[in-house]
């Protein structure tokens, strides 16, 4: 990774105006590296689950600012981000995504460490020489920054001195207690499966494209109009919940006007649902949205069950790259891989304590939305392919977000504007310009 010092602070300021950003920010690759460097290695970055990480030996694998990392329950119950690479010759040491186990071995000379990183034996000890310690950290998987924890939702911060967890996240922390208040035994478990897509443009693309209202019923339309003349036919499965999704694709002037954005200081923001109708509100005649209610109300009472409930928001952007959808139970998770390349992972939550049908809804929301098949998310793809194919062209410097520049408000949270606007890709490069010009804490 280059250091970034090519870039001046005011070169960067000089990239993003209220209401055009550069197209270098999506193209140059150093711009990336300082991006690596200052937002993903400074930031608190979602990590795992804490339903993935459930007893010792437990660990998952991903990425953090370009590192391969483990994250880990070590014996003593702690979580760990270890750099997965071997402190010997320097070999990657697990090459699964997850899976559970007491000790990891690095399949080039074969040291052995445990879930906390510690060496715990190497082959044939006596050719080492006589100093050498297996307890010197040296000889240990080298610790990936801090780890903490948002209820359940776990994070890892390359930072020395990183703000708590809780002040990063700020208004966030709402959607993640929505998420987890809406099982009825208080905890959510991630599903083991879900999808991992790569793209070929600029992460930033994917977190805009999540806060953008105005694109669906143009990008979406191909799977609006059979789904239009397709006759309403409840399944077992997903009781027509995906002729739903795809009818709300094509919402008009009325609909979006009841949607309202919100963008947050840090880079976050907040949508209120779109899909307001039949079974992907649960309503009060769906026996399973029935039982679901019921199980609810026993845990919170009616009165705070409700509220929970009442709670409807589509895409809430973590900034940098979570995109949460608690009242679906929904997670994508955006790992920048190089300046053109991005890899989305798409997965979903199982209420516990919820009915069964609960959690196929979630899953059949999953597919419909995201899966490389997906009506949606293929069209969502090409765009952001086709911006990055564009973006390389030397057309001119600036790309637009003005939509709703002059219209959007202020209240004691944040930034509001409707639907039409595009404030939360204003919020992000805001964000963006700050945490790319400071100086490291
Ligand atoms: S590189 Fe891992 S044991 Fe040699
Ligand atoms: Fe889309």
Redesign the pocket.
Known sequence: MQDGASLSNEEIRDLVRPDHVHRRAYVDPAIFDLELERIFGRLWIYVAHESQLKKPGDFVRTSLAGNEVLITRDEAGQIRALYNR?P????R?CMVDHGSSRLFS??????VFRPDGSLATVPHRKSYPANFDLDDPQNHMQPAGQVATYRGFVFANLAENPPPLAEHLGPMTEVIDNLVDRAPDGEVDLAEAGFILEYRGNWKLHMENAADIFHPSFVHNSSVSPARKAPPKASIIDQDQTREMMLANGFGIKEWEGIQLTGFAGGHSSMKSFYNSGVLVHEDADPVAVRYKAALDERLGPERAAAVLAMRGFNNIVYPNLILNAQYQQMRVVIPLAVDRTLVHIRCFRLKGAPEEIFHRAVRFLTTLGSPASMIFSDDVEMLERCQQGLVSRAGPWIDFSRGLDSDLRDDRGQVSGAASEMPMRVQFKAWVERMTAEAA
Request: with cysteine; aromatic share 16%.
């Open positions: 071997c010997h010759r320097g070999a040491i690095c399949p080039y000379h074969a040291w």
